[in-house]
C-alpha cells in the first residue's frame, strides 16, 4: 500500500467509524429517551371533548387557551423540574404528598398539572344536574342538603383571594369544602385542610376572564350546568373501596 492508499483507507475506515457511531449514538440516546419517558414523563391527557363542547357555561376560547398554554405549560414546567431533581417512576399523587420537600418550581407545576387533570374530568358536556347514590346520601349527611353543598361552595370559591381553587374533599371520612391558593392540592402535605380531592373548580381569572371578565359568580354558577357528576362520584367510590374507616 502506497502513502496515498494508506490515507484514503485511513479516511473511509474512519469515516464508516464515524458514521456508525453516530447511528449507535442515535439509537442510544433513542433508547434513553424512552427510558427518561417512561419514568418522569407526565402526559397531559387528552380533552375529553371538543374545545367549544362546555358553551354556552364555557367558552371554547377560553377552554382553548386553558388547555393548550396553560395546562401546557404546567406540564412541561412539572416534567422539567422532575428530571432535574432525578424523580423516577412516581405517580404525581405521591410527589404532592410529599411536596414539603422539593422545590417551589414542583409544588407550583405539579399542582397546576394534577388540579388541570382533574378540572377537565370534573366537567362534561353531558353534565349537570344533581349528584346522586351514595355521593348524594354523603352530601345530605354532610350539608343537610345539595343546595346548602352549592351555596357553601360558591362561597368557598367567590371568596378566594386572588388565584386559587375551590374543592370538595373528603377529610377524615367526612366531605369538607375548602380552598387552596394558587396551584396548591388538597393532597398536598402544606396545605391547612388536607384530603382526597373530589370535585374542583378552578377560580384563577384565566378561567373565565375572557367571557366574564371581573364577575366570577358567573362563572361560578356556569359551572354547575357542566359538572360531571358520574366522575365526582367514581371518585368518591374509589374513596371508598381504598380509604374508608382510615382516619
Ligand atoms: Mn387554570
Not at 377560553?62 to 414546567?77: F, G, I, K, N, V
Not at 396548591?184 to 384565566?206: Q, R, S, Y
Not at 358567573?218 to 366522575?231: E, K, L, M, Q, S
Request: one cysteine or more; a positive charge; aromatic letters at 14%.
Amino acid at each position: 500500500m502506497d502513502k496515498r492508499s494508506f490515507i484514503r483507507v485511513s479516511l473511509l475506515g474512519a469515516a464508516g467509524l464515524f458514521a456508525f457511531s453516530s447511528r449507535a449514538k442515535g439509537i442510544a440516546s433513542r433508547i434513553l429517551r424512552k427510558a427518561a419517558g417512561r419514568r418522569t414523563d407526565f402526559v397531559q391527557p387528552k380533552l375529553p371533548y371538543a374545545f367549544n363542547a362546555l358553551e354556552p357555561y364555557i367558552d371554547g376560547q377560553t377552554m382553548e387557551l386553558h388547555y393548550m398554554q396553560h395546562h401546557a405549560s404546567y406540564t412541561q414546567r412539572f416534567n422539567e423540574a422532575a428530571k432535574a431533581l432525578g424523580i423516577v417512576e412516581k405517580p404525581a399523587r405521591e410527589i404532592l404528598a410529599d411536596v414539603s420537600k422539593y422545590p417551589e418550581a414542583l409544588r407550583n407545576n405539579g399542582g397546576g398539572y394534577l388540579n388541570h387533570v382533574l378540572f377537565w374530568n370534573m366537567m362534561s358536556p353531558d353534565g349537570g344536574g344533581n349528584p346522586s347514590g351514595v355521593l348524594l346520601e354523603a352530601i345530605n349527611r354532610d350539608f343537610h342538603s345539595v343546595e346548602a353543598f352549592q351555596e357553601q361552595f360558591n362561597n368557598a370559591a367567590k371568596t378566594v383571594f386572588g388565584s386559587g381553587w375551590a374543592w370538595l374533599i373528603v377529610k377524615d371520612n367526612r366531605l369538607v369544602i375548602t380552598t387552596t391558593q394558587n396551584q396548591d392540592n388538597p393532597l398536598m402535605d402544606v396545605v391547612t385542610d388536607k384530603g382526597f380531592p373530589l370535585l374542583c373548580l378552578d377560580v384563577w381569572e384565566h378561567a373565565y376572564y375572557m367571557k366574564n371578565q371581573n364577575r366570577r359568580p358567573d362563572y361560578i354558577n356556569a359551572f354547575w350546568n357542566v359538572v360531571n357528576w358520574d366522575y365526582v362520584s367514581k371518585r368518591y367510590t374509589f374513596w371508598q373501596k381504598k380509604y374508608a374507616g382510615i382516619a
